[in-house]
């Protein structure tokens, strides 16, 4: 395991970033062009000496400025940077290629994402609102996938987001972050806290480090950049002025932004509340939201227009005051586990009452046994690939607020008996010509957990045709939970 008193032995070697030469070739990579010279690394365009086959991704070596009197923190973070990367995959995070040992020359090869971070739109802020709201879901998007992969990335902030050219987010630099299977050296070295000062969450000011909530509290001090063109709390440089998000709300972002909808207002300052418990408890959960604002479940947030008053300010100082958090023993991934987003795919015109019960009972039973638990009710209305369709019925009412009063009405028990209030419940009907599909598509773009759907009983055409269930079981990436309804048993013959 490396340490941060071997790398500090090793800064007496002056691994200067700029000793280093276009054409020089390091291990088996040769530097090729300096793209950026940084306060803590240097990043160089590198190419692969001897490279066999075709598909050759560009590359980017990172080289950490290393001399004398350098902040131990830097090359700290290095290290983490270094045992973190080849733990992660997946499209949200570079390609890790390779790392250099700091007895000789430190480095990191990765994948090069082309494009710019997302810095450069700070100075056009305010965005237009459906850039913002892109924005924060895609990041959203990028985040669960990493704090599934046990990490919370802890500086969070558009120069370290990225987008591929699908618009997929790529999130980077982990020199500061946390992962629930490797010793977190930042903590075991340094009392100060750690982060960018206008994104730390207020946990992390009182030097907690492991909960995926404070990726959150992140991504809200961004869309609320981005849609007022203000920080909502500064550019703080010291402790004491961190210490104030702890009690002093923002400005409303609808008192800056006039066209602000309220159910925007009300994401961002759920992401900005001080206690985690009050905040997105997933980011999955926030990115839902972020795509179906229609779904968002107004609070007194939604409608304020003026921060808090003096007195409730006061109040907040005061048990602010020298207050520190327990400790806590839990992971990243356990967080997540907690609050996971179930989707009953419902089929409210076809199943039989039977099998809507059931399915009832199989969804009330799995959402109890989550407390933190999102729950999505969908039903697909199924629509000609070729043609036009019949959106209404023969007495001319549309058949899709007929689908959503039926999810309504389908889930009003649960609602009620398990008490999903605060935009735990949310209904969505889809249109699509493969059910299926539709179904497969919607849990993966929202990163649903957990599907519970029903299955019809047996029939010939269900068997020569394959059933919705049978393809939503072989196409998900989440778990599924196929309910069936009882079959009746045919009467026993009567004696002669």
């Known amino acids: ?18 000793a280093l030469q276009p054409g020089q070739v390091i291990d088996r990579f040769r530097l090729e062009e300096k793209l950026h010279m940084g306060g803590m690394a240097h990043l160089w365009r590198v190419s692969e000496v001897n490279h066999a086959g075709d598909s050759r991704l560009p590359l980017i070596m990172k080289v950490p400025r290393i001399k004398g009197g350098e902040d131990p923190a830097t090359i700290v973070g290095f290290e983490v940077e270094q045992m973190i990367m080849p733990m992660l995959g997946g499209a949200h995070v570079p390609k890790f290629i390779a790392k250099g040992d700091f007895t000789r020359q ?62 997929t987010a790529v999130l980077v630099d982990f020199g500061l972050s946390r992962h629930d299977h490797l010793p977190d050296l930042l903590e075991e070295e340094f009392s100060l806290p750690m982060g960018t000062g206008p994104y730390m969450s207020p946990e992390q000011v009182q030097f907690v480090r ?58 961002i300052l759920k992401c900005l509340e001080v206690r985690p418990e009050r905040r997105y408890q997933s980011a999955a959960q926030l990115a839902l939201d972020l795509q179906n604002p229609t779904q968002v479940a107004l609070t007194r947030r939604a409608e304020r227009l003026q921060r808090s008053s003096t007195l409730r300010r006061f109040k907040r100082w005061f048990f602010a005051l020298g207050a520190q958090p327990a400790p806590a023993h839990t992971k990243a991934s356990e967080q997540l586990d907690r609050s996971p987003i179930i989707l009953a795919a419902i089929d409210v015109d076809n199943a039989a009452p039977e099998l809507l019960d059931k399915l009832r009972e199989s969804v009330r039973r799995i959402v109890m046994a989550e ?80 599907i519970v759907m029903g299955a019809r009983g047996a029939s010939g055409l269900r068997r020569y045709l394959g059933s919705v269930s049978s393809q939503v079981v072989a196409e998900s990436d989440c778990s599924v939970t196929v309910v069936r309804a009882a079959v009746p048993q045919p009467p026993a013959d009567e004696p002669g």
Request: glycine share 6%.
């Open 371 to 450: 407390p933190g638990a999102r729950l999505a009710c969908a039903s697909v209305m199924k629509i000609a690939r070729i043609g036009m369709d019949d959106l209404v019925d023969e007495d001319g009412r549309s058949r899709h607020v007929q689908q959503l009063v039926g999810l309504k009405h389908w889930a009003r028990p649960i609602s009620k008996g398990l008490n999903l209030d605060e935009g735990r419940l949310t209904f969505h009907v889809l249109e699509a010509p493969d059910v299926a599909a539709a179904i497969v598509e919607f849990a993966r773009r929202n990163q649903v957990d957990h």
């Open 210 to 267: 492991h909960d995926p909530r404070s990726d959150l509290f992140a991504l809200g001090v961004m869309l609320y950049h981005f849609t007022t063109g203000e920080r909502p709390f500064g550019s703080p440089d010291s402790v004491r002025g961190l210490r104030r998000r702890l009690w002093l709300d923002p400005v409303p972002p609808r008192a800056l932004r006039a066209d602000c909808p309220p159910w925007l207002q009300e994401v």
């Open 106 to 167: 430190p480095y990191i090869v990765m994948e090069r994402i082309e494009g710019a971070s997302l810095r450069p739109r700070l100075e056009h802020a305010p965005l237009a609102l459906d850039e913002v709201i892109e924005i924060g879901s895609r990041v959203a998007t990028a985040l669960h996938d990493l704090h599934r992969q046990h990490l919370v990335h802890l500086d969070i902030k558009p120069s370290n987001i990225m987008f591929r050219p699908d618009g």
């Open 1 to 18: 395991m490396p340490t941060a008193g071997a790398a500090a032995t090793a800064s007496a070697h002056d691994h200067e970033a700029g």
